[in-house]
């Protein structure tokens, strides 16, 4: 399957490693950044790709455009990873809609969109017979979406709650067992490429209420809006609080939670026992879904990371590509 590559971060290059070094059937013809792009429809070498990346800022030629790529590429999927902008999800939005729109398949890390505009992208994919997927939006590697679809399907969800943000995890890890200060940990977040392009959607708590809010209009068919979601973020946090907590044996982390029965989402630092299942360290993530049928089924993994995240697209793109053969 052929796939055209927008936004060439972390997330981006991961993709690109994987292609590189394992044999997954993609063959990668487009490359775009927010700068640059290149096209070649017989396979792009997706290490020289990130060389090129690495050492002069640009992948390709300056003038080829996302728009471009959409339009003009051969490509079967379009995995979009560019930045996240939660206000208005653009211009991700627009690329999602333009290449839905022209019969191809989306996979994306992008939250905005999925967030703020869910029914609508996939309404044209039905429309167009194709996929829009989007299992790297929550939780990095682990296979939320397709757990809550799929894995647990016939189950009623009361309710779902964990840890939804790898770098507010990690800094808060650092802080109680390095006992280093919010802003060195969350330097450390940023240097690891860890954190958002704008490191506030983490520290606010915004991006797990996005990721909440994304749950909660997917999977629950609930009609949310970030401003529906009671949010307190960990940036007031202090070292004291942290050691004062540790202390008794407790430790603070940053929970969101889905009320499904009553409807309501909310994610806030909570004091919670050392021992507890959601204390994950780093940028695990940990969630538990409470249901009628299975009980309670919690997953841990790794919640942000470049190759951790480009797991989740890759194995996005492998159902469909899966789904395209059983068809063909
Ligand atoms: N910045 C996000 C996090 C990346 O730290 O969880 C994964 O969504």
């Known amino acids: 399957m052929k796939i055209a590559i927008l936004g060439f971060g972390s997330v981006g290059r991961g993709i690109a490693r994987i292609v590189a070094e394992r044999e997954t059937g993609l063959v990668i013809t487009a490359v775009a950044d927010s700068k640059s792009g290149c096209i070649d429809n017989n396979g792009l070498n997706p290490l020289e790709v990130i060389r090129a990346k690495e050492e002069t800022g640009l992948c390709g030629k300056k003038g080829v455009t996302p728009e471009y790529i959409i339009k003009n590429a051969d490509y079967d999927a379009l995995v979009e990873v560019t930045p996240t902008n939660a206000e208005t999800g653009e211009p991700s939005l627009g690329f999602i809609k333009l290449a839905l729109s022209t019969g191809k398949h989306v996979v994306t890390s992008n939250k905005g969109p999925v967030a703020l505009n869910y029914d609508e992208l996939s309404h044209i994919a039905r429309e167009k017979e194709v996929q829009f997927k989007y299992e790297a939006t929550v939780c990095g590697a682990i296979p939320i979406i397709q757990t809550l679809q799929y894995g647990l399907a016939g189950n009623k969800v009361k309710k779902l709650y964990g840890v939804f943000n790898g770098t507010c995890n990690y800094i808060l890890t650092r802080m109680a067992d390095e ?35 994304i749950l909660a209009n997917t999977i629950f ?23 004062l907590a540790e202390a008794d044996e407790l430790t603070i982390r940053l929970i969101g939670e889905i009320d499904n029965e009553r409807g309501t989402l909310r994610v806030s630092p909570r004091v919670i026992p050392k021992d507890h299942t959601l204390v994950v360290q780093d940028t695990l993530n940990a969630v538990t879904i409470e249901t009628d049928l299975a009980g309670e089924v919690t997953l841990i993994g790794r919640g942000a990371g470049s190759i951790e995240t480009a797991s989740a697209i890759i194995s996005d793109l492998s159902f469909i590509s899966n789904c395209h053969d059983r068809s063909s």
């Open 221 to 243: 068919g609930m009609k949310k809006r970030l401003e529906d979601v009671e949010i307190t973020g960990i940036c007031s946090l202090t070292s004291e609080a942290i050691e």
């Open 179 to 213: 006992r280093l200060t919010y802003k060195q940990a969350l330097l450390e977040a940023r240097e690891l490429g860890y954190a958002e392009a704008d490191p506030k959607y983490d520290v606010e708590g915004i991006d797990a209420a996005i990721k909440l809010v």
